[in-house]
Protein backbone atom coordinates (compact mmCIF):
# COMPACT_ATOMS: atom_id res chain seq x y z
CA UNK A 1 0.00 0.00 0.00
CA UNK A 2 1.26 3.45 -0.79
CA UNK A 3 1.37 6.15 1.73
CA UNK A 4 2.14 9.80 0.56
CA UNK A 5 1.27 12.31 3.22
CA UNK A 6 2.09 15.86 4.04
CA UNK A 7 4.93 16.84 6.23
CA UNK A 8 4.60 18.91 9.13
CA UNK A 9 7.32 21.95 9.06
CA UNK A 10 7.47 24.56 11.73
CA UNK A 11 9.99 27.51 11.61
CA UNK A 12 12.05 25.64 13.91
CA UNK A 13 12.29 22.98 11.96
CA UNK A 14 13.83 24.64 9.29
CA UNK A 15 15.67 27.56 10.74
CA UNK A 16 17.18 26.07 13.61
CA UNK A 17 21.00 25.50 13.45
CA UNK A 18 22.56 22.31 15.26
CA UNK A 19 26.11 21.08 16.25
CA UNK A 20 24.69 17.64 14.15
CA UNK A 21 24.32 20.34 11.71
CA UNK A 22 27.91 21.50 11.55
CA UNK A 23 29.12 17.49 12.14
CA UNK A 24 27.23 16.58 8.76
CA UNK A 25 28.54 19.93 7.12
CA UNK A 26 32.27 18.25 7.41
CA UNK A 27 31.73 14.40 6.58
CA UNK A 28 30.26 15.35 3.35
CA UNK A 29 33.62 15.46 1.36
CA UNK A 30 34.04 11.59 3.21
CA UNK A 31 30.94 10.82 1.55
CA UNK A 32 31.74 11.79 -2.17
CA UNK A 33 35.23 10.13 -1.75
CA UNK A 34 33.54 7.05 -0.54
CA UNK A 35 30.19 6.19 -1.95
CA UNK A 36 30.08 8.55 -4.79
CA UNK A 37 33.01 7.79 -6.38
CA UNK A 38 32.04 6.51 -9.58
CA UNK A 39 31.77 7.57 -13.69
CA UNK A 40 29.57 7.12 -16.45
CA UNK A 41 26.09 9.44 -17.07
CA UNK A 42 22.95 10.11 -15.77
CA UNK A 43 19.72 10.51 -17.83
CA UNK A 44 17.64 13.21 -15.70
CA UNK A 45 14.09 14.40 -17.13
CA UNK A 46 13.69 17.61 -15.18
CA UNK A 47 12.27 21.00 -15.04
CA UNK A 48 12.95 23.54 -17.70
CA UNK A 49 13.46 27.01 -17.18
CA UNK A 50 16.12 27.16 -14.55
CA UNK A 51 19.63 28.10 -16.23
CA UNK A 52 21.43 27.78 -12.97
CA UNK A 53 21.08 23.70 -13.18
CA UNK A 54 24.06 22.95 -15.88
CA UNK A 55 26.33 25.15 -12.88
CA UNK A 56 24.98 22.23 -10.13
CA UNK A 57 25.69 19.40 -13.24
CA UNK A 58 29.07 20.62 -13.40
CA UNK A 59 29.77 20.61 -9.58
CA UNK A 60 28.37 17.16 -9.09
CA UNK A 61 30.49 15.90 -12.42
CA UNK A 62 33.69 17.01 -10.84
CA UNK A 63 32.95 15.59 -7.75
CA UNK A 64 32.37 12.11 -9.02
CA UNK A 65 32.67 12.07 -12.98
CA UNK A 66 29.18 11.31 -13.67
CA UNK A 67 27.57 13.47 -16.29
CA UNK A 68 24.55 14.34 -15.99
CA UNK A 69 21.76 14.40 -19.26
CA UNK A 70 19.47 16.85 -18.51
CA UNK A 71 16.04 17.18 -20.57
CA UNK A 72 13.79 19.97 -19.38
CA UNK A 73 9.72 19.87 -20.01
CA UNK A 74 7.60 22.38 -18.52
CA UNK A 75 4.63 20.87 -16.34
CA UNK A 76 4.31 17.28 -15.11
CA UNK A 77 1.65 15.90 -17.30
CA UNK A 78 4.05 16.74 -19.78
CA UNK A 79 6.48 14.45 -17.67
CA UNK A 80 3.90 12.19 -17.32
CA UNK A 81 3.52 11.85 -20.63
CA UNK A 82 6.98 11.12 -21.61
CA UNK A 83 7.02 8.54 -18.81
CA UNK A 84 3.85 6.61 -20.45
CA UNK A 85 5.23 6.84 -23.93
CA UNK A 86 7.97 4.60 -23.09
CA UNK A 87 10.16 6.74 -21.22
CA UNK A 88 10.11 5.03 -18.06
CA UNK A 89 10.96 2.03 -18.96
CA UNK A 90 12.95 2.36 -22.04
CA UNK A 91 16.07 3.35 -20.53
CA UNK A 92 15.84 7.20 -22.16
CA UNK A 93 15.84 8.07 -18.76
CA UNK A 94 17.22 7.06 -15.43
CA UNK A 95 15.05 9.74 -13.07
CA UNK A 96 12.70 12.52 -12.76
CA UNK A 97 11.37 15.09 -10.21
CA UNK A 98 7.68 14.55 -9.65
CA UNK A 99 5.65 16.67 -7.25
CA UNK A 100 4.19 15.03 -3.67
CA UNK A 101 1.02 15.10 -4.99
CA UNK A 102 0.95 13.49 -8.22
CA UNK A 103 3.46 10.53 -7.18
CA UNK A 104 0.26 8.28 -7.21
CA UNK A 105 0.36 8.64 -10.98
CA UNK A 106 3.70 7.28 -11.39
CA UNK A 107 3.41 4.17 -8.71
CA UNK A 108 -0.27 3.34 -9.87
CA UNK A 109 1.24 3.71 -13.65
CA UNK A 110 4.38 0.88 -12.33
CA UNK A 111 6.80 3.55 -14.05
CA UNK A 112 9.04 3.71 -11.19
CA UNK A 113 11.29 1.20 -8.88
CA UNK A 114 11.83 1.70 -5.27
CA UNK A 115 15.11 3.86 -4.04
CA UNK A 116 17.68 1.54 -1.83
CA UNK A 117 17.86 3.98 1.08
CA UNK A 118 21.16 2.59 2.33
CA UNK A 119 22.55 3.85 -1.07
CA UNK A 120 21.42 7.15 -1.04
CA UNK A 121 22.05 8.66 1.86
CA UNK A 122 18.37 8.57 3.11
CA UNK A 123 19.50 9.34 6.70
CA UNK A 124 21.13 12.71 5.74
CA UNK A 125 17.16 14.04 5.02
CA UNK A 126 14.82 15.41 7.67
CA UNK A 127 12.44 12.50 8.41
CA UNK A 128 9.49 14.71 8.19
CA UNK A 129 9.55 14.16 4.06
CA UNK A 130 10.76 10.42 3.94
CA UNK A 131 6.67 9.45 3.65
CA UNK A 132 6.56 7.97 -0.43
CA UNK A 133 6.08 5.11 1.29
CA UNK A 134 5.20 1.49 -0.53
CA UNK A 135 5.32 -1.70 1.28
CA UNK A 136 7.88 -0.86 3.18
CA UNK A 137 9.82 1.11 0.74
CA UNK A 138 10.87 4.14 -0.13
CA UNK A 139 9.35 5.43 -3.65
CA UNK A 140 10.42 8.59 -3.80
CA UNK A 141 13.13 10.85 -2.37
CA UNK A 142 12.72 14.51 -1.65
CA UNK A 143 14.82 16.79 -2.90
CA UNK A 144 13.51 20.25 -2.32
CA UNK A 145 10.13 21.99 -1.14
CA UNK A 146 8.61 25.27 -1.50
CA UNK A 147 5.56 27.03 -2.25
CA UNK A 148 3.22 29.11 -4.52
CA UNK A 149 1.65 32.73 -3.14
CA UNK A 150 1.50 36.20 -3.46
CA UNK A 151 4.29 37.56 -5.86
CA UNK A 152 3.94 41.08 -6.51
CA UNK A 153 5.28 44.63 -7.35
CA UNK A 154 6.91 46.13 -4.10
CA UNK A 155 6.05 49.44 -5.96
CA UNK A 156 2.95 49.51 -7.79
CA UNK A 157 1.20 46.86 -4.92
CA UNK A 158 3.32 46.26 -2.01
CA UNK A 159 1.85 44.16 0.99
CA UNK A 160 2.44 43.19 4.57
CA UNK A 161 2.19 40.10 6.48
CA UNK A 162 -0.69 39.55 8.31
CA UNK A 163 -3.02 42.02 5.95
CA UNK A 164 -1.57 40.41 2.68
CA UNK A 165 -4.50 38.19 1.52
CA UNK A 166 -5.82 36.12 -1.85
CA UNK A 167 -8.27 38.54 -2.09
CA UNK A 168 -5.84 41.02 -3.47
CA UNK A 169 -5.40 38.89 -5.98
CA UNK A 170 -9.11 39.60 -6.82
CA UNK A 171 -8.89 42.92 -6.17
CA UNK A 172 -10.13 45.43 -9.38
CA UNK A 173 -7.14 47.97 -8.70
CA UNK A 174 -4.87 45.36 -10.38
CA UNK A 175 -7.25 44.71 -13.31
CA UNK A 176 -5.19 43.86 -16.13
CA UNK A 177 -2.32 43.17 -13.92
CA UNK A 178 -2.29 40.07 -12.29
CA UNK A 179 -1.34 36.51 -13.53
CA UNK A 180 -2.34 33.03 -12.74
CA UNK A 181 -1.82 29.50 -13.33
CA UNK A 182 -5.44 28.58 -14.05
CA UNK A 183 -5.34 25.22 -12.26
CA UNK A 184 -3.32 26.65 -9.19
CA UNK A 185 -5.52 30.16 -9.81
CA UNK A 186 -8.66 28.29 -8.93
CA UNK A 187 -7.05 26.21 -5.73
CA UNK A 188 -6.16 29.77 -4.55
CA UNK A 189 -9.97 30.92 -5.32
CA UNK A 190 -11.60 27.83 -3.52
CA UNK A 191 -9.03 28.42 -0.68
CA UNK A 192 -9.91 32.09 -0.20
CA UNK A 193 -13.70 31.57 -0.60
CA UNK A 194 -13.51 28.60 2.35
CA UNK A 195 -12.18 31.30 4.09
CA UNK A 196 -14.84 33.48 4.22
CA UNK A 197 -17.48 31.00 4.09
CA UNK A 198 -18.58 30.74 0.77
CA UNK A 199 -18.04 27.20 0.16
CA UNK A 200 -20.55 24.12 0.44
CA UNK A 201 -17.98 21.82 1.54
CA UNK A 202 -14.74 21.74 2.94
CA UNK A 203 -12.39 23.02 -0.01
CA UNK A 204 -9.96 19.94 1.17
CA UNK A 205 -12.80 17.53 0.68
CA UNK A 206 -13.02 17.89 -2.98
CA UNK A 207 -9.44 16.18 -3.40
CA UNK A 208 -11.17 12.87 -2.31
CA UNK A 209 -15.07 12.99 -3.46
CA UNK A 210 -15.86 13.73 -6.62
CA UNK A 211 -19.25 14.62 -5.69
CA UNK A 212 -18.12 17.53 -3.63
CA UNK A 213 -15.35 18.45 -5.90
CA UNK A 214 -17.97 19.03 -8.63
CA UNK A 215 -20.17 21.33 -6.04
CA UNK A 216 -16.76 23.29 -4.52
CA UNK A 217 -15.45 23.80 -7.99
CA UNK A 218 -18.64 25.14 -9.98
CA UNK A 219 -19.06 27.60 -7.29
CA UNK A 220 -15.06 28.60 -7.11
CA UNK A 221 -15.34 28.67 -11.26
CA UNK A 222 -18.02 31.00 -11.12
CA UNK A 223 -16.43 33.26 -8.68
CA UNK A 224 -13.16 32.93 -10.95
CA UNK A 225 -14.94 33.68 -14.19
CA UNK A 226 -16.39 37.05 -12.62
CA UNK A 227 -13.03 38.32 -12.48
CA UNK A 228 -11.31 37.03 -15.44
CA UNK A 229 -10.81 40.32 -17.09
CA UNK A 230 -8.33 41.39 -14.01
CA UNK A 231 -5.97 38.39 -15.73
CA UNK A 232 -3.20 39.95 -18.48
CA UNK A 233 -1.84 36.46 -18.74
CA UNK A 234 -2.45 32.41 -17.41
CA UNK A 235 1.12 31.08 -16.80
CA UNK A 236 2.28 27.60 -17.37
CA UNK A 237 5.66 27.16 -16.70
CA UNK A 238 8.92 28.85 -15.12
CA UNK A 239 9.37 31.17 -18.41
CA UNK A 240 6.19 32.06 -18.93
CA UNK A 241 5.44 32.90 -14.97
CA UNK A 242 8.76 35.11 -14.76
CA UNK A 243 8.11 36.65 -18.55
CA UNK A 244 4.55 38.38 -17.15
CA UNK A 245 6.16 40.16 -14.54
CA UNK A 246 9.30 40.79 -16.73
CA UNK A 247 7.77 41.84 -20.23
CA UNK A 248 3.73 41.83 -19.44
CA UNK A 249 3.00 44.49 -17.59
CA UNK A 250 2.27 42.48 -14.13
CA UNK A 251 2.15 43.55 -11.14
CA UNK A 252 0.69 40.75 -8.76
CA UNK A 253 0.34 37.28 -8.98
CA UNK A 254 -0.44 33.26 -7.28
CA UNK A 255 3.13 32.11 -8.39
CA UNK A 256 6.02 29.71 -7.56
CA UNK A 257 8.84 30.81 -5.24
CA UNK A 258 10.91 30.08 -7.38
CA UNK A 259 9.60 32.44 -10.25
CA UNK A 260 9.96 35.78 -7.55
CA UNK A 261 13.22 34.86 -6.39
CA UNK A 262 14.33 34.70 -10.19
CA UNK A 263 12.95 38.28 -10.49
CA UNK A 264 14.41 39.71 -7.39
CA UNK A 265 18.19 38.31 -8.21
CA UNK A 266 17.90 40.44 -11.70
CA UNK A 267 16.61 43.26 -9.31
CA UNK A 268 13.59 43.94 -9.91
CA UNK A 269 11.16 45.18 -7.39
CA UNK A 270 9.78 42.14 -7.06
CA UNK A 271 8.66 40.43 -3.49
CA UNK A 272 6.90 37.38 -2.08
CA UNK A 273 4.68 36.60 0.87
CA UNK A 274 2.44 33.86 2.46
CA UNK A 275 -1.10 35.11 2.96
CA UNK A 276 -2.90 35.30 5.60
CA UNK A 277 -5.09 32.00 4.46
CA UNK A 278 -1.59 30.22 4.08
CA UNK A 279 0.79 29.30 1.23
CA UNK A 280 0.12 26.42 -0.97
CA UNK A 281 3.14 24.10 -0.49
CA UNK A 282 4.88 21.70 -2.29
CA UNK A 283 7.35 19.44 -2.71
CA UNK A 284 9.74 17.47 -4.89
CA UNK A 285 11.02 14.02 -5.43
CA UNK A 286 13.23 12.45 -7.65
CA UNK A 287 12.19 8.79 -8.75
CA UNK A 288 13.86 6.01 -10.06
CA UNK A 289 12.94 5.14 -13.57
CA UNK A 290 11.97 1.27 -13.76
CA UNK A 291 13.57 0.95 -16.90
CA UNK A 292 16.74 2.59 -15.58
CA UNK A 293 19.85 1.88 -17.26
CA UNK A 294 22.34 4.08 -14.56
CA UNK A 295 21.30 3.25 -11.14
CA UNK A 296 24.44 3.48 -9.72
CA UNK A 297 24.95 6.77 -10.62
CA UNK A 298 21.11 7.42 -9.89
CA UNK A 299 22.05 6.47 -6.30
CA UNK A 300 25.50 8.76 -6.50
CA UNK A 301 23.55 11.77 -7.93
CA UNK A 302 20.80 11.48 -4.72
CA UNK A 303 23.12 10.50 -2.21
CA UNK A 304 24.85 14.08 -3.41
CA UNK A 305 21.84 15.95 -3.19
CA UNK A 306 21.03 14.34 0.63
CA UNK A 307 24.27 16.48 1.65
CA UNK A 308 24.09 19.54 3.24
CA UNK A 309 26.35 20.93 0.30
CA UNK A 310 24.41 19.07 -2.58
CA UNK A 311 21.36 19.89 -0.91
CA UNK A 312 21.84 23.55 -0.86
CA UNK A 313 22.97 24.10 -4.09
CA UNK A 314 20.29 22.24 -5.84
CA UNK A 315 17.69 24.71 -3.52
CA UNK A 316 19.44 27.50 -4.86
CA UNK A 317 19.35 26.45 -8.52
CA UNK A 318 15.44 26.58 -7.95
CA UNK A 319 15.28 29.56 -5.66
CA UNK A 320 13.36 26.91 -2.95
CA UNK A 321 14.43 25.26 0.27
CA UNK A 322 16.49 22.09 0.74
CA UNK A 323 15.37 18.87 2.86
CA UNK A 324 18.54 17.55 3.38
CA UNK A 325 19.80 18.25 7.51
CA UNK A 326 22.07 21.01 7.77
CA UNK A 327 21.77 22.27 3.94
CA UNK A 328 19.84 25.43 5.36
CA UNK A 329 23.37 26.63 7.40
CA UNK A 330 24.87 26.57 3.51
CA UNK A 331 22.38 28.35 1.78
CA UNK A 332 23.30 31.91 0.80
CA UNK A 333 22.48 35.16 2.96
CA UNK A 334 20.17 35.81 -0.07
CA UNK A 335 18.63 32.89 -0.17
CA UNK A 336 18.17 33.07 3.91
CA UNK A 337 16.72 36.61 3.80
CA UNK A 338 14.03 35.76 1.00
CA UNK A 339 13.01 32.75 2.94
CA UNK A 340 12.44 35.08 6.15
CA UNK A 341 10.75 38.18 3.94
CA UNK A 342 8.53 35.35 2.39
CA UNK A 343 7.18 33.52 5.93
CA UNK A 344 7.27 35.69 8.54
CA UNK A 345 5.50 35.25 12.37
CA UNK A 346 3.30 32.27 11.59
CA UNK A 347 3.30 31.38 7.99
CA UNK A 348 4.91 28.37 8.00
CA UNK A 349 2.56 27.34 10.32
CA UNK A 350 -0.33 27.76 8.17
CA UNK A 351 0.84 25.89 5.10
CA UNK A 352 -1.55 24.56 2.65
CA UNK A 353 0.44 21.68 1.49
CA UNK A 354 -0.97 20.05 -1.94
CA UNK A 355 -3.37 16.59 -1.15
CA UNK A 356 -2.46 13.85 -3.29
CA UNK A 357 -4.52 14.09 -6.52
CA UNK A 358 -5.58 11.08 -8.04
CA UNK A 359 -6.13 10.51 -12.24
CA UNK A 360 -9.95 11.39 -11.55
CA UNK A 361 -9.26 14.63 -10.02
CA UNK A 362 -6.65 15.54 -12.49
CA UNK A 363 -8.88 14.89 -15.32
CA UNK A 364 -11.74 17.58 -13.48
CA UNK A 365 -9.35 20.02 -12.61
CA UNK A 366 -8.18 20.13 -15.88
CA UNK A 367 -11.80 20.48 -17.06
CA UNK A 368 -12.48 23.47 -14.48
CA UNK A 369 -8.85 25.01 -15.94
CA UNK A 370 -9.87 24.78 -19.29
CA UNK A 371 -12.92 26.60 -18.62
CA UNK A 372 -11.70 29.19 -16.46
CA UNK A 373 -8.73 30.36 -19.53
CA UNK A 374 -11.01 30.07 -22.09
CA UNK A 375 -13.74 32.41 -20.41
Not at 22 to 42: N, T
Not at 109 to 114: A, E, T, Y
Request: charged residues 20%; glycine residues 8%; hydrophobic residues 45%.
Amino acid sequence: MTRIVTTGLTRRTVLKGTAAAGAMALAAPAIVRSSLASSGELNFLGWAGYDSFQAVFDTFESATGIKVNFTGLGSQDEFLAQAQTGGATNGDFDISEPTADRLSNWIDNDFIQPWDMTKIGADNVDPSFLTAMKDGKLMASPTIWGTEALTFNKEAAPMEYGTASLADLFDDKYAGQLTLRAHSGLAATGLYLDSIGQLPHPFREGYSDEAKMVAIWDKVLEFAVSKRPNIAQFWSNENEAQGAFRTNGCVIGFNWDTSAAALAKEGMPIGYLAPKEGAIAWAQNFVLMKGAKNVEQANAWVSWINSPEGGALWATAYGSNPVAKGAVEKLSPEAKAFFEAAYPGDALSKLWWWPEQPAWFVAKRTEYATKFASA
